[in-house]
């Protein structure tokens, strides 16, 4: 297990919360690096996530795991309230209550989820890289946006600094808990990982699809997002090859 990937999913997520004490938030290019995040992992599934984990000794089930993923997602957008798709960050303006701890459970476990099938050592370097890049761009834009709430939720500095430390934290427990769960499953490694990289595999489909087909309140076509999103796509491909 590789201490580099602790620190590449720590740090990117802790400085990208810091940075709202130094600079003003653009929305507009949040939206874009989201759009880039959510592109990549579209792609990172469909070309190289999902013909691996097909190539498995469970391919027969590795459907119900995707899906399972996928609606693991979909209860956890309940607490989040789509803070994963860069949501909400302005909803203190429209009189909306959103409980800061609740986001923080539901992105910690998404968080936590997404950190799992770093553990695997079997796995392509490779491939193994290019998943951890799209789960740190992923996560960026998910810490400013929650930093942004617990801001203009009331919470003093010091505090939402601890409570965006946990989120930061959580990717890296979940590779660590995986790591420790694996060491059980000896003859049966290659499957564990499996299972936990399709569960992981639909709560991507799911977060991407959502950021990549949502639209404005008026429906209009955005070139930019457009752009960054074929950029995204194309940046996955090429990591690939």
């Known amino acids: 297990m590789n201490f580099l990937v602790f620190i590449a999913l720590f740090f990117p997520v802790a400085l990208s919360g810091l940075s709202l004490f130094i600079f003003k938030t653009n929305e507009r290019t949040l939206k874009l690096i989201i759009a880039f995040g959510g592109a ?13 984990i097909y190539k498995s000794s469970i391919s027969d089930t590795i459907g ?3 899906l399972l993923g996928f609606f693991i997602q979909l209860l956890l957008d309940f607490l989040t309230k789509g803070v994963e798709h860069g949501h909400h960050q302005n909803d203190h303006n429209h009189g909306h ?11 910690c476990i998404h968080s936590f989820l997404e950190g799992m099938p770093l553990a695997a050592n079997n796995v392509n370097p490779e491939l193994k890289n290019t998943l951890l890049t799209g789960i740190v761009i ?11 709430l617990l801001l203009h939720s009331g919470l003093k500095k010091p505090t939402a600094v601890i409570l ?3 989120f930061a934290f959580a990717a890296p427990l979940g590779t660590l ?6 060491t059980e499953f000896h003859q049966n490694l290659t499957n564990y990982f499996n299972i936990i990289l399709a569960v992981v595999v639909g709560i991507f489909l799911h977060i991407a699809t959502t950021i990549l087909f949502e639209t404005d309140e008026h429906h209009h076509f955005n070139l930019y997002k457009f ?4 950029i995204g796509a194309s940046v996955a491909i090429l990591c690939l090859f």
């Open 227 to 230: 752009i960054a999103i074929i």
């Open 177 to 182: 808990t995986s790591y420790l769960i694996g």
């Open 138 to 148: 992923h996560n960026i834009p998910i810490s400013i946006v929650l930093m942004g």
């Open 164 to 166: 965006l430390m946990v």
């Open 40 to 52: 990549f992992l579209l792609s990172l599934s469909f070309v190289e996530l999902i013909p691996e």
């Open 97 to 107: 209550a959103v409980n800061p701890i609740t986001i923080l459970l539901g992105i």
């Open 64 to 66: 119900l795991y995707i």
